[in-house]
């Protein structure tokens, strides 16, 4: 069986208190959310701290979707389950539903939660690459108050962050904007395994014409970055085929697959070029009331 | 009663944490001394004897650790046994007396969903926590709920066939 090496535990009863055990303990602590990433690599030993702070009892106040007039807010410990079946957020981002479907499997998402997985950084998280898409923004909370990052300064790579020692992210803003829509294609080799590729893509129109768009891809790279080429070569134009078909060849090339288990690169830069064709189409056909 | 693993003890400098937990297990509340990395997976079986709960892969997967704590399917592999201090859970021996079958056991005996029974369990828990919040879900809805639940033997053909199986004689039941 596999076991954590030794550590203590203890339950959080507030955000306050939660970073302030993290100022008192240092980099030797670290917040447990939903666990499914980090208990993972525990038992493995990949990951050993000599104390693990349990935020779970902050789901009452930290697990919501808040839809204002000009943004979406999740609070961090928001779960998979919750994402995947709230009407707000298929109404104005069924991104979230289309990759709510596929991370992991009904039981793990029971448990994982939205901040857990983007503290995680994983190059292939599904969440990352959708909070890229949709250009969110990160509430970073520490003993002297918020600030507020978005996505690109918040992934800094590889399992980094920009969540600093005695900090916590307690939410993820998401603007909103007229007139778009969003799609997620993601190509896994099982039910509930990391992606090969995933893809996500937001597009805003007016009078028929593309007036912005943003693509966000996962397992190609060790960024989950979004792709301005992409969101450049699309302003102005009236969607077509051909155009999506420009768009999945400019993701190709931006991104920087490796050759694993899962896949050889250039069978990775193919998914990406199609699954970026996909979700621009899908997109689309969401701005103008149609499913696909 | 005390749950201090011999198994998973190692040398280690100064003191191991330990912490009192009480859980509510099948009904009955349990208390045990276990140190914060036990996950609830050992706990059930090794602490309180409750074999029923399988460990297969350790690592998240193939959910034949499944259990439902507070009513929701999770893999209890990956969560501790602290974190479910003050909690509610129900493993396959929760299900229904030792005298007696529930429906969703029934249903597998009946429509023969299981093999080797390694993964029964697992897949018993999953479909009480769908059958208990969809009681009449459609063949899709039984195979997504149990799609982190993995079989080696039967191809889940006949597994799908006993939830369904169940939540039949758990309606008529309900609406006699």
Redesign the interface.
């Known amino acids: 069986?596999?076991?954590?090496?030794?550590?203590?535990?203890e339950r959080a009863t507030s955000v306050e208190h939660a970073i302030g055990l993290l100022a008192r303990l240092g980099p030797s602590a670290r917040l447990v959310a939903g666990?499914?990433s980090l208990?993972?690599m525990?038992?493995l030993r990949l990951a050993n701290f000599e104390y693990?702070i349990?935020i779970?009892d902050l789901h009452n106040k930290l697990g919501y979707v808040k839809v204002e007039p000009t943004q979406i807010r999740i609070g961090a410990m928001t779960r998979h389950r919750e994402l995947l079946e709230s009407p707000e957020l298929l109404r104005s981002f069924p991104i979230f539903h289309d990759a709510e479907r596929v991370i992991?499997?009904?039981?793990?998402r029971?448990?994982g939660t939205i901040g857990g997985s983007l503290c995680q950084a994983d190059p292939s998280e599904d969440l990352c690459a959708v909070c890229t898409t949709l250009d969110a923004s990160c509430v970073i909370r520490g003993l002297d108050g918020e600030r507020v990052v978005r996505m690109a300064d918040f992934y800094r790579g590889p399992y980094e962050t920009a969540v600093g020692d005695a900090e916590m992210l307690t939410e993820v803003r998401f603007p909103l904007r007229p007139h778009g829509s969003s799609a997620y294609e993601k190509v896994g080799r099982r039910?509930?395994d990391w992606a090969v590729v995933s893809c996500g893509a937001a597009v805003w129109m007016d009078d028929g014409v593309i007036t912005d768009a943003r693509v966000g891809l996962a397992a190609v790279g060790p960024n989950t970055t979004g792709i301005p080429a992409i969101s450049q070569a699309l302003r102005g134009r009236p969607p077509s085929q051909d155009l999506y078909a420009e768009a999945g060849a400019i993701a190709a090339d931006y991104c920087t697959p490796v050759t694993d288990q899962r896949g050889s690169a250039e069978y990775k830069r193919h998914l990406a070029a199609e699954l970026t064709r996909r979700a621009m189409r899908r997109a689309v056909a969401r701005v103008h009331g149609r499913e696909l | 009663m005390s749950s201090l693993f011999e198994e998973i003890r190692e040398p280690v400098a100064g003191d191991v944490p330990v912490r009192r937990v009480s859980i509510t297990v099948n009904g009955v509340r349990r208390t045990a001394d276990v140190e914060p990395r036990l996950l609830l997976a050992h706990l059930l079986r090794q602490g309180l004897g409750l074999t029923g709960t399988h460990t297969g892969c350790d690592t998240s997967n193939c959910g034949a650790c499944t259990v439902l704590f507070d009513g929701k399917a999770i893999k209890s592999c990956t969560m501790l046994a602290v974190q479910a201090d003050g909690h509610e859970v129900t493993t396959v021996e929760g299900l229904a007396g030792p005298s007696e079958l529930h429906p969703i056991q029934e249903g597998f005996k009946d429509e023969h969903g299981l093999q080797c029974g390694f993964c029964t369990p697992g897949m018993m828990l999953a479909a009480k926590a769908l059958l208990d919040e969809n009681p009449n879900p459609t063949e899709d809805e039984v195979r997504w709920a149990l799609s982190g639940n993995l079989c080696r033997c039967t191809g889940y053909q006949n597994i799908v066939k006993s939830v369904l199986w169940a939540a039949k004689k758990l309606q008529s039941q309900s609406a006699s």
């Open positions: 069986m596999q076991v954590p090496v030794p550590f203590d535990y666990g499914h208990l993972p525990m038992k693990l349990d779970n992991a499997d009904p039981l793990v029971n448990r039910v509930g």
